[in-house]
């Protein structure tokens, strides 16, 4: 029996991916100046530019997490195939999506018996999940079965390294990871912090270092210290509206490890709007996170 792969918005892959691979996106929200955006709509794509340009306005954006009736209605529609279901969600860590989409899901489980129903939290976000879809993805392209990708994923989620750095503290201090001290004092000497995303699936600080470069410089050294065979592997990168940062990334990690499939992409509002124009992020495969 044939399965269904439903993620997120967060999960922040372009759409001939998503088209590629057939995925169900769950659509995550943000709220700016008075109107309401869907995090993704098939065919209809945000203006990124538009949305970093009002960020670097210091336009206050708020975010909400999936709402029931959107995972209702794209499970549904899936399970009324006569599909089973392989449900990846964004990180529980940083949102309520992945608890609402999988209560959800327990319900709608209760009437299809006869089809599996299986629910992962990530314990990603951003690239770094839309990663781990990809993997389950191909897996199933090669004819994996739903459990086998159900058990690979949880063996192999912790193992999904993030590494990022922003260039402005304001947004890290709006959303409560930096005092406001810290943010001030940061941006006048041009200290940048490098951080990642932990075991718990938490947004956490690991350290700080002078100047943009040497931000970028640090989420490649991570690489080196933590990626199983780099060479071989699949890279993705994030950045909030700096696509030259991101391909300063790409080229370092290119002439290091020889790696050959890399994927830019323009970070969606949802958690950028948390880390604000600037980001960089890194995702690769590691010995740990």
């Known amino acids: ?4 792969i439903v993620t997120d918005s967060c999960c922040n892959l372009p759409e001939p991916l998503i088209e590629q691979y057939d995925l169900r996106i ?5 709220h700016a100046e008075g109107k309401e955006y869907l995090g993704y709509s098939k065919g209809n794509p945000l203006d990124l530019q538009q949305f970093y340009a009002m960020m670097r306005r210091k336009v206050h954006v708020m975010t909400s997490s999936a709402s029931p009736q959107h995972c209702q209605e794209i499970f549904q529609a899936a399970l009324q195939q006569g599909d089973d279901l392989l449900y990846i969600g964004f990180s529980s860590g940083l949102s309520a999506s992945y608890d609402t989409a ?7 489980a209760e009437a299809y018996p006869s089809q599996r129903v299986f629910a992962v939290d990530s314990l990603c976000a951003a ?14 392209e090669k004819g994996a079965d739903i459990e086998e990708v159900y058990s690979w994923l949880l063996d192999n989620r912790l193992h999904l390294c993030h590494w990022f750095t922003v260039d402005d503290l304001f947004f890290l201090h709006r959303g409560g990871r930096v005092s406001k001290a810290a943010a001030i004092v940061g ?11 932990d075991n718990d699936g938490h947004l956490i600080m690991k350290s700080k270092v002078r100047g943009r470069k040497a931000s970028l410089d640090a989420l490649v050294q991570k690489m080196a210290e933590l ?10 990168i994030v950045h909030g509206d700096c696509d030259a940062d ?7 990690v290119k002439a290091r490890f020889g790696v050959k499939d890399i994927l830019i992409q323009c970070l969606d509002p949802v958690i950028g709007s948390h880390s604000g124009p600037g980001t960089v992020a ?4 590691g010995r740990e996170r």
Request: aromatic share 12%.
């Open 1 to 4: 029996m044939s399965f269904t």
């Open 26 to 30: 769950i659509p995550l929200m943000f």
């Open 102 to 108: 999988a209560s959800v899901l327990l319900q709608l």
């Open 127 to 140: 690239l770094g999940e839309g990663l781990l879809v990809t993997y389950a993805a191909r897996m199933r």
């Open 187 to 197: 941006s006048m000497v041009g200290i940048k912090p490098v951080l990642h995303v």
């Open 227 to 236: 990626a199983s065979e780099p060479g071989k592997q699949t890279v993705y």
């Open 246 to 252: 991101a391909k300063y990334v790409a080229d370092a």
């Open 282 to 285: 890194l995702f690769f495969m």
